[in-house]
């Protein structure tokens, strides 16, 4: 048998790609979603080109998220913004959300500079994010796009506010009524795709009170009840071991929107080779959301006995991640096993420990696999 250790891209679970290919509104807004985690600045002049070439008369709603985010990234990043945008040529639809994104962001001289052009706006002082009025959809679009280019909770935690049914938007119930439900359904399906969001909420339901507080713990309660279940956890924390073919191996580079599917091996032949796939989920975060999962592995021949030396502490994720409750996998070290003509036939155990370093869990898995002629 010969063991080898392969590395392949890592895209944790379809969560964040490891380079993001911007062909549609959906594969940009999944990169603006996930930002945040590595804020990875080397892929925004490629948004900005892509916002530049983009007819946003066919997605109207989008303009507030793009420009605000750009904003914010802009605001953090304010030595690049000018190589960012100085070789784009935007259309007429683009334009105005390239222009709008550098006045929000304090590089309004850019605008005459680069683009040769001078909007009226661009005389009055922009409204900071942290102040500005939330009395429409949009402007709660703005406290989105502000987190995903951030990370800073400080944004969407204006909107816990508004939970209260006593808060008026506006001068008709009946609106009222419809905005705090969108609300707490803006709150409630962030939490459940970003743990800082969770945190957060579960951070003022320690500091409301009354019918607010209510409603947060029951947000919280509620996700803290969705999560995945294996066959094997322990306290919310799950794995399963997988034996699969060198070529399934292709399916985990699948885009996030596709579900990859695994065929599990229980024969193979001498010369064929087997990956030891882990899929694992509840991981425990750091505070800046890094996370440490590693595992062990050894495998026993037909008579019991140990074949080879045990593998230690390898790699199964490294890196920070916006969630815990997805599927995860060991992508970034995979052990792939062939089996040679001189081992001997029979059923083979292989025994995984796959063990999360933060929080401090462990769960032991093992497959068999049968070696036939």
């Known amino acids: 048998m010969k063991r080898v250790i392969?590395?392949?891209?890592?895209?944790l679970a379809g969560?964040?790609?490891?380079?993001a290919q911007f062909?549609?509104?959906?594969?940009?807004g999944h990169w603006m979603t996930y930002y945040y985690v590595d804020k990875d600045v080397s892929q925004v002049g490629a948004y900005v080109h892509w916002l530049a070439a983009s007819d946003f008369s066919k997605s109207p709603n989008s303009v507030m998220p793009m420009t605000s985010f750009l904003a914010a990234v802009f605001v953090d990043n304010p030595t690049r913004v000018r190589g960012w945008v100085a070789d784009v040529a935007p259309n007429s639809a683009a334009k105005n959300v390239i222009e709008r994104a550098l006045w929000l962001s304090g590089h309004a001289d850019l605008i005459k500079d680069v683009f040769h052009d001078a909007p009226d706006y661009v005389a009055q002082q922009p409204a900071s994010f942290a102040t500005l009025p939330l009395t429409t959809p949009g402007s709660w679009d703005v406290m989105w796009s502000a987190f995903f280019a951030t990370g800073n909770t400080a944004?969407?935690?204006?909107l816990v506010d508004f939970l209260d049914a006593h808060v008026s938007f506006s001068a008709n119930e009946k609106v009222d009524a419809v905005f705090h439900r969108t609300v707490a359904w803006s709150l409630m399906a962030n939490a459940g795709q970003h743990e800082?969001?969770?945190r957060m909420l579960r951070q003022e339901a320690q500091k409301r009170s009354g019918p607010v507080q209510q409603t947060l713990k029951a947000m919280v309660a509620r996700i803290d009840g969705q999560h995945l279940v294996m066959p094997n956890c322990d306290d919310g924390f799950c794995a399963t071991l997988n034996l699969i073919s060198e070529e399934n191996l292709k399916e985990l580079d699948k885009p996030f929107d596709q579900v990859p599917i695994l065929t599990e091996l229980h024969q193979v032949k001498p010369g064929d080779?087997?990956?030891v796939n882990i899929s694992f989920a509840g991981i425990a975060l750091a505070d800046d959301l890094s996370t440490d999962v590693v595992y062990d592995i050894q495998t026993f021949k037909p008579d019991g006995?140990?074949?080879?030396?045990?593998?230690?502490?390898l790699v199964a994720l490294k890196r920070k991640v916006p969630q815990r409750f997805v599927v995860f996998d060991n992508r970034p070290?995979?052990?792939?096993?062939?089996?040679?003509p001189q081992d001997p036939r029979g059923t083979y155990r292989i025994e995984v420990v796959v063990k999360d370093k933060i929080g401090g869990k462990s769960l032991k898995l093992a497959k068999a696999i049968t070696l036939k002629d």
């Open 273 to 275: 080779h087997v990956a």
């Open 23 to 28: 062909t549609d509104l959906n594969s940009v």
């Open 305 to 313: 006995t140990l074949y080879e030396a045990e593998h230690k502490d």
């Open 196 to 198: 800082l969001i969770l």
């Open 155 to 158: 944004y969407p935690a204006r």
């Open 333 to 340: 070290e995979i052990l792939l096993i062939r089996f040679e």
């Open 6 to 11: 392969i590395a392949l891209v890592l895209c």
């Open 15 to 19: 969560l964040v790609p490891a380079r």
